[in-house]
């Protein structure tokens, strides 16, 4: 149907039309990337944009456990160290896996960020900017798929999932608006209403949308303010593309073996997923681990979470690195704090955002590099000092964007990043 | 209106304490200026003695009220159109014409009532019956009802929702109240009997952070951002100092509690660090730099926030603007002065001696809320047609041109279920409370309404694919698309399908093109219904307000 005003774009929604239908019994590509799991991909992805992978540990990550041990202080806990692949540096004997990669992996273990209170916490860490009354600030991770969006792609611009109870947090989208909102995966790791309701069909779904659109079309003729029915028409156009995708939601696609090595736990489950996304065009994705908020019985959990934290990131980043991903990826484990010093009553450990460590990975990193030092207890930072807007500025950085850029809230220039940010270049490629 | 109740209703004062003008003396002044020259004319033409008499005595009472009157003769109250007609001129702009009577009754009933007509009601509606719609919505127990929501999201931003809060403005536009008893109760109490308790949900939400009080405060009823000015003088506006933004802290930092008590600290100053790096008490200042003195207030016995509401009567300005803004922003799509909460001296009203002389006015009607949002709807700029053919787009702060707004979430998810369902509805509190009920699945799911409007995919996903909307099309057996399916002719069909979503008639070609889509449907009655229906629903023409 074609109301005679527009030929050209009845033509090409018949041709995106056809081309989903047909889709259906076609292995889909995006741009040219298969997304076949068996093919990497490597040439193509190298030219275009970055990718950029969020590990949230939610309710805060032990440093001690992790990647700032203190062996044989009073506030190291039971663990011992062992070496890793970079001479001099040891990580907690919890992460075997990883100390091997650490060629790979860059560590800041001296993160001052001053707040404690999980929520409060969570957005300074993830906004990288102090919570201001009168101006919402979007979430680095939305920042970053505004800016590293590919023109014209099927798929969102951001994923996040989230699906354990602990800490669960919807990313804001803030100044920057629902359109670059993330697709929220809470429920289930496929994405709500991408299935086609009961008793639809396909042809249906589609012929129902071609009227939909016209009908848009038409009706904006000639009004003042057409450009929004322009970005209400996109964002339906993105629904087809969305559930084309619905096989990238699918790890039974992938072989076994693979599954296997990622593990068929949540974490690791959200971590295939990621890297199947990340490889088909998405620019930006968040995993989370929760249950890390240790206030009793600290080592007996870290001695459960970490070892699946540590196989789970140590096939994700050797899976992305043969695929040739890893370098236009961009990794980062976070959490709103660290855990304290002290050794509580409970054997738990506290929060503590004094002093404490990020891992991070991937594109525009020097690998192996291990910034900023902590004192011999792990009770402040001695060296390097960094705050919660310095990594935002960093990760900005790293993913290829300038920092420093601004956007315009109102009458307000706003910039990316918060006007006294350091990017820590110690760190950078 | 008879004479009588006119009478009646002018010589009945309300008790009011702040306003310059009161109202029933504003309203005297009105009905002396235009009653005595109808009764001159009756004086000079009347023939008969006893009618000539009567004049007499007349005047003679019209004077004496006049001789009362110190104050000058009234203006025309709330004239939007004279002011915006001359800015047209100056600016040279020749503004589009008005809307037809469907595209402008739906946009009524949006704006007053969170809903599109339904398809009976549009039938009925004559364009050249406009004012008396106007009035009868107003009076209408839908407006009070959905309107307070809107009133909230102005008041409590992102703290909007609370029922009990809602309930509250329900009541208070039910009774009437003003702008300014609203602010007051919102402030200040008393929190006393069920009705206005829940008045004390805007301070409740707030009262354990003086900062996002202070924001807050500013934001929902002065139109400024000061939050700049906590660290530092705001850098862009000279207007706002680190002394505003701790001046306005002061009348706000003895206020304690939560968890619905709310009281006075009997002591406790904002401070902040001075450029000399000293520790200064701020004094309790407003916006426009006027001080109060502490010595002012009876100790022990009064609040510094009766302090603040009491300077805001005072330096009215900012209090009746941003209201007269905040509410131009909502029928508009876009403040006078916008942002609505930037307004100061370097960012003016794109029409400046419009925004003032309402906000004047809005004053002397003692704010006045129906008497606003009524001269807001009566008024020509707001019945402007959306469409713009005569080359470039004049700018919007212009409003030479109705824009297209996108619906809020409540009333699509309103809209949806009324012209989805069985057609019963009428707006009756039944009606009402029952809609609330099944909007609640539906609301999350929709983008909220921005001024920077951006559709997402998840709504669109939600729209396409949702059980909630297959629901909303598939249930009931006198549903739209049930009631469709049962008529056997195709135009029939299309033309109560058009009417009864876009509450409008059917255009020639429009039904001619659907015809024909129809036929090439294939598939069965029903689901042909309810794939045109989905089509209809959730096309542009019923995602916004045009």
């Given at each position: 149907?074609?109301?005679?005003h527009?030929p050209?774009h ?13 889709g ?13 799991a ?53 990580v ?16 800041i ?32 991770g ?16 951001y ?48 012929e ?42 699918d ?51 870290h ?5 699946d ?67 011999a ?25 300038d ?7 109102g ?19 | ?74 203006r025309?109250?709330?004239d ?5 007609e ?7 702009i ?33 364009l050249?019956?406009?004012a ?11 407006f ?36 300014d ?52 003088d ?10 505003h ?13 939560g ?25 309790m200042?407003f ?48 403040g ?10 370097g ?37 402007l ?105 195709d135009?029939?069909?299309l ?32 689901e ?7 089509s ?11």
């Amino acid at each position: 149907m074609n109301w005679g005003h527009s030929p050209e774009h009845s033509l090409h929604r018949r041709a995106f039309l056809h081309g989903s239908l047909a889709g259906l019994t076609t292995a889909l590509s995006f741009g040219n990337i298969g997304i076949s799991a068996a093919k990497p991909a490597a040439q193509s992805l190298r030219k275009r944009g970055r990718r950029v992978l969020f590990v949230w540990l939610a309710g805060g990550s032990s440093q001690f456990e992790t990647w700032d041990p203190k062996p044989g202080r009073e506030t190291g806990g039971p663990f011992r160290t062992i070496a890793t692949a970079i001479p001099g540096y040891h990580v907690c004997e919890l992460m075997p896996k990883l100390a091997t990669m650490m060629r790979d992996i860059t560590v800041i273990r001296s993160l001052n960020t001053g707040i404690s209170e999980h929520e409060q916490a969570a957005d300074l860490i993830s906004t990288g900017r102090p919570k201001e009354a009168a101006l919402d600030y979007p979430e680095i991770g939305v920042v970053l798929a505004k800016e590293l969006a590919a023109k014209e792609s099927p798929l969102p611009d951001y994923i996040s999932f989230f699906t354990t109870t602990e800490g669960r947090r919807r990313p804001r989208a803030g100044f920057l608006g629902a359109k670059h909102a993330p697709l929220l995966l809470e429920k289930s790791i496929r994405p709500e209403h991408v299935t086609l309701a009961d008793g639809l069909t396909e042809t249906r779904h589609a012929e129902r949308e071609e009227l939909r659109a016209l009908l848009s079309d038409r009706f904006a003729e000639n009004r003042a303010g057409s450009e929004m029915v322009n970005g209400y028409n996109s964002a339906f156009q993105k629904v087809r593309g969305l559930m084309r995708a619905d096989h990238l939601f699918d790890l039974n696609r992938e072989p076994a073996a693979i599954r296997d090595r990622y593990g068929r736990t949540p974490f690791g489950e959200q971590a295939l997923l990621a890297r199947r996304l990340l490889e088909a065009g998405v620019p930006v994705v968040k995993v989370a681990k929760g249950f890390w908020d240790s206030h009793h019985d600290n080592f007996e959990s870290h001695r459960e979470l970490v070892p699946d934290f540590d196989q789970v990131l140590s096939v994700l980043l050797g899976d992305l690195k043969d695929r040739g991903l890893l370098e236009s990826t961009l990794v980062i484990v976070l959490s709103e704090f660290g855990r304290t010093p002290v050794i509580n009553p409970d054997v738990g450990r506290d929060h503590f955002a004094d002093a404490w460590s990020v891992a991070m990975a991937g594109a525009g990193l020097r690998g192996g590099a291990v910034y900023g030092k902590t004192d011999a207890d792990g009770k402040t930072v001695t060296e390097g000092r960094a705050n919660a807007s310095d990594l935002a500025a960093t990760i900005y950085k790293a993913a290829g964007i300038d920092p420093r850029g601004d956007y315009q809230v109102g009458l307000r220039p706003v910039p990316r990043a918060k006007e006294d940010a350091k990017v820590i270049k110690e760190i950078l490629a | 209106m008879s004479l009588m109740e006119m009478l009646g209703r002018t010589l009945l004062p309300r008790v009011r304490s702040h306003n310059t003008l009161e109202p029933y003396e504003h309203r005297r002044q009105r009905l002396i200026g235009w009653v005595t020259p109808i009764i001159i004319h009756s004086l000079v033409l009347s023939r008969s003695t006893p009618m000539r008499l009567a004049s007499l005595l007349a005047l003679l009472f019209v004077t004496t009220l006049a001789v009362g009157a110190d104050a000058p003769m009234p203006r025309v109250v709330l004239d939007v159109d004279g002011q915006m007609e001359r800015h047209w001129r100056e600016a040279s702009i020749r503004p589009s014409s008005v809307a037809n009577g469907p595209e402008l009754f739906r946009r009524l009933l949006l704006d007053l009532t969170g809903r599109v007509p339904t398809a009976r009601e549009a039938d009925t509606f004559q364009l050249n019956q406009y004012a008396a719609t106007v009035r009868q919505l107003l009076a209408g127990p839908e407006f009070e009802w959905y309107f307070a929501t809107v009133l909230d999201e102005i008041i409590q931003g992102r703290h909007a929702g609370n029922d009990a809060f809602v309930g509250y403005l329900r009541k208070a536009l039910h009774d009437g109240k003003g702008w300014d008893i609203v602010f007051r109760e919102v402030m200040l109490g008393p929190w006393d009997t069920d009705a206005r308790k829940p008045a004390v949900g805007f301070l409740d939400k707030r009262a354990k952070d003086l900062d996002v009080l202070t924001v807050d405060v500013a934001r929902s009823f002065f139109g400024v951002d000061i939050s700049c000015a906590r660290c530092h003088d705001h850098p862009l506006v000279p207007d706002w100092k680190r002394d505003h933004y701790y001046g306005m802290a002061a009348f706000l930092v003895r206020t304690t509690g939560g968890k619905g008590s709310i009281t006075e600290k009997p002591d406790g100053e904002a401070k902040f660090a001075g450029k000399d790096g000293k520790e200064r008490v701020a004094p309790m200042m407003f916006l426009t730099s006027k001080v109060t003195e502490p010595e002012a207030q009876a100790k022990g016995k009064t609040n510094r926030r009766e302090a603040l509401v009491q300077i805001a009567f005072n330096e009215q300005k900012f209090f009746s603007r941003s209201f007269v803004n905040r509410l131009w922003d909502y029928f508009f799509g876009q403040g006078l002065v916008n942002p609505v909460d930037q307004m100061h001296t370097g960012n003016v009203a794109s029409v400046p001696a419009l925004l003032d002389r309402i906000a004047e006015d809005f004053a002397v009607t003692g704010y006045d809320i129906r008497k606003l949002v009524s001269a807001i709807v009566s008024s020509r700029t707001y019945r402007l047609d959306n469409h713009w053919t005569d080359g470039k787009l004049p700018a919007a702060g212009h409003f030479a041109v109705t824009r297209l707004r996108p619906l809020s979430q409540r009333q699509l998810a309103r809209s949806l279920v009324i012209v989805l369902g069985d057609g019963t509805f009428d707006g009756s509190p039944a009606h009402l409370t029952a809609l609330d009920k099944q909007t609640t699945e539906l609301l999350p799911a929709l983008d909220p309404r921005t001024n920077d409007f951006q559709s997402s995919a998840r709504e669109a996903l939600f729209v396409s694919n949702g059980e909630a909307m297959r629901k909303l099309l598939t249930t009931g057996d006198q549903n739209l698309v049930a009631r469709l399916a049962a008529t056997n002719d195709d135009r029939d069909l299309l033309k109560t399908a058009i009417r009864t979503v876009f509450a409008r008639p059917a255009t020639a070609s429009e039904l001619g093109k659907l015809e024909s889509w129809l036929k090439r449907h294939g598939g069965k009655r029903q689901e042909m219904c309810e794939d045109l229906v989905w089509s209809l629903v959730a096309s542009a023409e019923f995602r916004f307000n045009h």
